[in-house]
């Protein structure tokens, strides 16, 4: 059963529209997901293709090497792509996980699946012979060494008073 509702807009104009009787719940519904669910959450329950899993990254700068440890829950490293090209780290992944009980009285399949890419630009020149990647835990740990020009182009400047 549809109902026609009828609107007006700020000018005064009078429109209808054709409403599905679950509608309103649609609405209620998301009015709740969007109140109660944090917005990291969201892309779990969302149909948008445009979407994708968002992996988070902490990065520190030392003395000699750029370190970044990135949480990657449920990514295997055979689904993990890292590279670096003209002082720009991608790193790329995937994750896919599926799960399935079945017993005498029912049967539950579930899957889900997502994606990330995240680009930094390394702010100093790098030996990319010597960079190491390491996926433990569900977190991803990068060690990108700094060249060594880089690290003795780095003088520290003594501030006087006056």
Same mark, same amino acid.
């Given at each position: 059963?549809?109902?026609?509702?009828?609107?007006? $807009?700020?000018?005064?104009?009078?429109?209808?529209?054709?409403?599905?009787?679950?509608?309103?719940?649609?609405?209620?519904? $998301?009015?709740?997901?969007?109140?109660?669910?944090?917005?990291?959450?969201?892309?779990?329950?969302?149909?948008?293709?445009?979407? $994708?899993?968002?992996?988070?990254?902490?990065?520190?700068?030392?003395?000699?090497?750029?370190?970044?440890?990135?949480?990657?829950?449920? +990514?295997?490293? *055979?689904?993990?792509?890292?590279?670096?090209?003209?002082?720009?780290?991608?790193?790329?992944?995937?994750?896919?996980?599926?799960?399935?009980?079945?017993?005498?009285?029912? #049967? #539950?399949?579930?899957?889900?699946?997502?994606?990330?890419? #995240?680009?930094?630009?390394?702010?100093?020149?790098?030996?990319?012979?010597? +960079?190491?990647?390491? +996926?433990?835990?569900? +977190?991803?740990?990068?060690?990108?060494?700094?060249?060594?020009?880089?690290?003795?182009?780095? #003088?520290?400047? *003594?501030? *006087?008073?006056?």
């Amino acid at each position: 059963m549809t109902k026609e509702i009828l609107s007006t $807009n700020n000018n005064g104009q009078r429109s209808s529209f054709i409403a599905h009787p679950f509608s309103a719940l649609h609405d209620d519904m $998301n009015r709740l997901f969007d109140r109660y669910v944090p917005d990291k959450l969201t892309h779990l329950f969302s149909d948008d293709d445009d979407k $994708n899993y968002f992996a988070t990254m902490d990065v520190s700068d030392t003395d000699k090497a750029i370190e970044i440890k990135m949480d990657v829950p449920g +990514v295997d490293e *055979k689904d993990i792509e890292v590279k670096i090209n003209d002082n720009i780290l991608t790193i790329r992944g995937k994750r896919e996980t599926s799960s399935e009980e079945e017993n005498d009285n029912f #049967r #539950r399949m579930e899957r889900s699946f997502g994606s990330f890419v #995240r680009r930094l630009e390394l702010p100093t020149d790098i030996d990319e012979k010597k +960079v190491d990647a390491i +996926v433990k835990k569900g +977190v991803l740990s990068l060690t990108i060494p700094k060249s060594e020009k880089a690290i003795t182009k780095e #003088r520290k400047i *003594k501030i *006087k008073s006056a």
